[in-house]
């Protein structure tokens, strides 16, 4: 399987600041500012061409349905193409860590049908406590035991905050390893947009997103979108009409039947203001129902799917909570939230085999500082290496062998990643010797040699 890449991130200039969720409004309303000036230019136009009222009327609707799909389409291209801002000149990143808590994606409300986990970054220690994804979703889920609380102290437990005085190589954003290189704010980001608060599960794991195409639908079918709109609005001022005819008729004829022409005019005007409420709301209700349908439908159509990255010699399963991995991701900034870093998109998630080595690495290392509970000491790191001892464990990133050991792992499970994801195996895959489907004794070819040098 292969992963899904839609969006692309930009360079960032100060000033130039991202496609956010706080800016909706006012972007909403620049656009509909310029598609009244595009339709009101385009009247213009067409009435001094000597068409008159018909051309005015023709090149008003020209140019509002122009406007209008370039509203649609402008929208997709923020967010597709200027939401994410490039962290790092030798993209793609790679990191090891446990994965927090199963694949989520947001419903349509969110605009966004791109599915995600986190990754607690190792060595961090893990815990099992209550998420809040979404508002008013919870969702079980581990978090990394020295994770920060609501006022960017260190936490409480279960989080291990108590051992952090002594042992502060391992404050996840300081940890001088993979929580200060992936998650740290960046200084010129953090000055200029902000990011959001450390108690954030963005902030404290690396938040990673499969890429759903929704926003390429939008940016794809924006014509027909503007038809859908324009006549969802047609439908409901139709109905608005309607509604005010039915209601005047129905309470003139009421109010003259009991107080005569004054009863008619009075009861008329309130039936009126009543009907049109009434044809408005049906109006409005239907145009929702039908547009929620068409957006729902283009929603789930083609939505991210961890699973598109999940990659290995061995099928290992689906990606689940607990799972120790390794993940290959574009690292970027995202701006449409209050900002955090994340990999966007993910392009790659391999599960560890805990029986592979000595083929494969052994699995995982993790920050024991408890000195009450007895140091789970795992197998050398390598074969060149000595094992790690119980105060190592206790002092985690501290510990310079320790911290070694960190080093290599991540190392050693990277390179498998990036070897595969780099232009040189790219191009080796493009060979024809490489295209066999069944076998390559079967449909394969021999590769083409050099002929014999000159004797």
Not at 43 to 64: D, E, K, M, S
Not at 80 to 94: A, E, M, Q, V
Request: with cysteine.
């Amino acid at each position: 399987m292969a992963y899904t890449h839609y969006t692309s991130c930009f360079v960032y200039k100060k000033g130039d600041k991202p496609y956010n969720e706080k800016s909706r409004l006012a972007f909403l309303a620049g656009e509909l500012l310029k598609i009244l000036i595009v339709t009101l230019i385009a009247a213009g136009a067409g009435f001094v061409t000597g068409a008159g009222p018909i051309g005015a009327l023709l090149g008003g609707i020209v140019g509002y349905f122009s406007a209008l799909t370039g509203t649609i389409d402008e929208a997709a291209s923020q967010w597709l193409y200027h939401r994410l801002i490039c962290l790092s000149k030798d993209n793609p990143k790679c990191a090891v860590g446990i994965v927090s808590y199963d694949p989520y994606r947001s419903d349509l409300g969110a605009f966004d049908n791109d599915q995600y986990v986190d990754v607690v970054l190792m060595p961090h220690p893990v815990a099992s406590d209550s998420l809040e994804i979404d508002p008013g979703k919870w969702i079980t889920a581990l978090l990394p035991c020295n994770g920060y609380k609501l006022d960017g102290g260190m936490g409480t437990p279960p989080y291990r905050s108590k051992f952090i005085p002594s042992h502060p190589g391992n404050i996840i954003l300081a940890d001088r390893f993979q929580g200060e290189e992936l998650l740290a704010p960046v200084a010129e980001l953090e000055a200029d947009l902000g990011y959001t608060a450390l108690k954030s599960h963005e902030m404290n794991a690396l938040h990673c997103e499969a890429e759903g195409d929704f926003w390429v639908k939008v940016k794809d079918w924006a014509p027909a979108l503007a038809i859908l709109l324009t006549a969802a609005l047609v439908g409901t001022a139709a109905a608005t009409g309607a509604g005010y005819a039915a209601g005047t008729a129905i309470g003139c004829a009421i109010g003259f039947f009991f107080f005569g022409p004054i009863g008619c005019a009075i009861l008329g005007a309130l039936g009126g203001l009543l009907g049109a409420a009434a044809g408005a709301a049906a109006g409005t209700a239907l145009s929702y129902v039908t547009i929620k349908a068409v957006l729902q439908a283009m929603f789930d159509a083609d939505p991210g799917n961890i699973e598109d990255s999940n990659v290995g010699d061995r099928a290992l399963g689906p990606i689940r909570m607990g799972d120790a991995v390794a993940v290959l991701g574009e690292h970027v900034y995202d701006g449409y939230h209050d900002g955090w870093n994340e990999f966007h998109p993910l392009m790659a998630i391999m599960k560890f085999n805990q029986t592979a080595w000595p083929s494969m690495p052994p699995t995982y290392l993790m920050w024991q500082p408890d000195e009450q509970v007895p140091a789970i000491i795992p197998e050398t790191v390598n074969p060149s290496s000595p094992k790690l001892d119980p105060m190592a464990m206790r002092f985690g990133l501290d510990d310079p062998e320790f911290r070694s050991a960190c080093e290599v792992l991540r190392f050693e499970w990277c390179k498998r990643l990036k070897e595969a994801f780099s232009p040189e195996t790219r191009q080796t895959q493009q060979g024809l010797e490489h295209r066999w489907t069944i076998h390559p004794d079967v449909d394969g070819c021999i590769p083409e040699r050099d002929p014999d040098p000159i004797h």
